[in-house]
Structure formats: structure tokens, C-alpha cells
């Protein structure tokens, strides 16, 4: 496994499947692990966050690690210090680092001069923890079926669309991607997908149409129309009016279907109250399995970081 995990292309195949696997056994009480027993790993943040940080300050102590919690404006940085000595600087101190934060090639800058493993817990190209969790949310709820079924992604081409191809293709799994014209998903991110699809035998489709993704669909799943850091938050919520996840566009899925929300969600735009409330049992499962991905994720990155 490569020293950082930035995108989900960082991993082969077999590794994000062990990742899975070994995520239920955590779960389960199956799997135990002291990785980080006396490592200190830092989580510097530029977005706020709820489910990131937790997840992430819970499975570091899971681990017997300790977390050290930064805001990039508490840190020189803010006042323009070279992310280069910033980078430096704190992989001296730190065993590994965490980072939320915006332009994702500030993340790959940080970790091409940190010496320690980086981990992306959230930029504006890609969410490759959430994919993962989201993986193995479907895999708990279809099993070996997961390969078999419909995936249908439905909203803006955002970061979490994005990764979702990207899985997708890494894991061999069917996936539409519905958004509005204008709003698709990253080229690069699609192209991405394609590629790993060859060899895992994925399959992605990206339309305009919400109905065409979700006929048939297992899955249906959606996140917040607006992000943030958006600008044009108004505009975007008019395009991506007919794109809402409602009882409406759910009876063109199967009749047993789940519905998905990596959260936060803004009931009443991408999502109806009512599909919300029906479908949280699977809905705060994804939010559970954050914990669980995460702690596989670092046992296997930090594992063979620090034997080598």
C-alpha cells in the first residue's frame, strides 16, 4: 500500500476489499488492533466537520493512538507559512496526519513533502473514506449480491460523486450517476472509473434523466445540493429541483430499495422528510461504518508504514 491515501486509486482492488472485510470484523468485536499505541496522529481541518472528525478522533483511540485536533487558521499557515515547511514541520512531530480541507492539490502538495502517511478525510475532487464506508454499508445490506445490483447516485457531480465512480470502478460495482446538465461529475474522476471498470468489470453510466438512474435502482443515494464553500448555492438548488430524492422518483426503483446520505442532509431539497425518516435505519448505518472503514483503513496504512 502506497504511504498516503488520497484518492481511492491509491488502493488496488484486493486492498479496498481487505479494507471492507476487516472494517465487519471491527464491527463485529471480530478484529482488534493497537496500531497506534503511543502515536500521536493529527487532524488538521479547514472545513467543519461532525461525522470526519469523530469518527476519526474515536477509531485513532480505538487504535491506542491519540488524536491532536488543528484548525489550518490556528496555524501559521493561515498567515501564509509555505505548505512546504508546514508539511515539514508537522510530520516531525506527528506520526501521521488527517486533513479536511478544500483544493485537493493542496492536500497532494502537504503530503508529497510530509515525511509521515496523509490520509483525505474530504477535498473538493474527492471523499475517498465516505466511499468506503459506503461500500461497506451496501455490501452489509446485499452481500455477495453487491456486484449483482443497482447503484443509482442521484444530485450534484460533487466531491462524493466523484469518489462514488471511482469506487465503482475500483470495486467492479454498477453505478448511474444522475445530475443536471452542467453539474456532472469531474472528467478526470469519470475517466478514472472507466479505466479501473476494465479490469474489475464495473460499469458507470452518467445521464441528465433522475428516472433513467433510478429504474430498477437497489440503491438510490444522494447527498447536499450545496457544499461548502459554494457560491452559487441559489442557482444550484433550481437546476437540481427535479433531482430530489422523493416517494415520487423512488417508485420507478425496486420495490425493496435502500436509500443512502453520506449527511449532513437538507431535508426538503435533496431529500424528502418523509424518504428520509423511512430509510434511516440504513441511512445512520453509512454514518456508523465511517468509524469502522476508517480503523481498518489506518490499521492497514500505519501497519505497513511503520514496518517498513
Not at 224 to 236: F, L, P
Request: proline content about 3%; overall charge negative.
Amino acid at each position: 500500500m502506497k504511504k498516503d491515501f488520497l484518492c481511492l486509486s491509491d488502493i488496488a482492488s484486493d486492498e479496498g476489499w481487505e479494507i471492507v472485510e476487516n472494517a465487519l470484523r471491527f464491527k463485529k468485536g471480530e478484529k482488534n488492533s493497537n496500531i497506534l499505541e503511543g502515536k500521536v496522529v493529527g487532524l488538521l481541518f479547514a472545513k467543519p466537520s461532525t461525522r470526519t472528525r469523530v469518527s476519526f478522533e474515536v477509531g485513532i483511540t480505538k487504535l491506542g493512538g491519540k488524536a491532536l485536533y488543528m484548525t489550518s487558521s490556528q496555524l501559521q499557515m493561515s498567515r501564509g507559512e509555505d505548505i512546504r515547511d508546514t508539511a515539514r514541520t508537522l510530520s516531525r512531530y506527528l506520526d501521521g496526519i488527517v486533513i479536511r480541507t478544500y483544493a485537493h492539490a493542496w492536500l497532494e502538495e502537504f503530503a508529497r513533502y510530509s515525511d509521515k502517511p496523509v490520509i483525505n478525510a474530504l477535498t473538493d475532487f474527492s471523499h475517498p473514506c465516505q466511499i468506503l464506508a459506503d461500500v461497506q454499508t451496501i455490501y452489509e445490506l446485499f452481500g455477495e449480491r453487491i456486484k449483482e445490483i443497482k447503484i443509482a447516485y442521484i444530485g450534484d457531480g460533487n466531491n462524493v460523486a466523484n469518489s462514488l465512480i471511482v469506487g465503482a470502478g475500483l470495486f467492479g460495482l454498477k453505478l448511474y450517476v444522475a445530475t443536471p446538465s452542467g453539474f456532472e461529475p469531474n472528467a478526470k474522476a469519470y475517466q478514472l472509473g472507466l479505466e479501473l471498470s476494465k479490469q474489475s468489470g464495473g460499469e458507470i453510466v452518467l445521464t441528465n434523466d433522475p428516472v433513467e438512474a433510478v429504474e430498477n435502482a437497489h440503491v438510490v443515494y444522494t447527498d447536499v445540493w450545496v457544499s461548502m464553500g459554494d457560491t452559487n448555492g441559489d442557482q444550484k438548488v433550481q437546476f437540481l429541483k427535479p433531482f430530489q430524492v422523493n416517494e415520487k422518483l423512488l417508485k420507478h426503483a425496486e420495490e425493496n430499495v435502500k436509500v443512502l446520505h453520506c449527511l449532513p442532509a437538507k431535508k426538503g431539497q435533496e431529500i424528502t422528510e418523509e424518504v428520509f425518516e423511512k430509510h434511516k435505519e440504513e441511512i445512520f448505518m453509512q454514518a456508523e461504518n465511517r468509524l469502522w472503514v476508517q480503523m481498518a483503513l489506518m490499521d492497514k496504512l500505519f501497519g505497513e508504514f511503520f514496518r517498513s
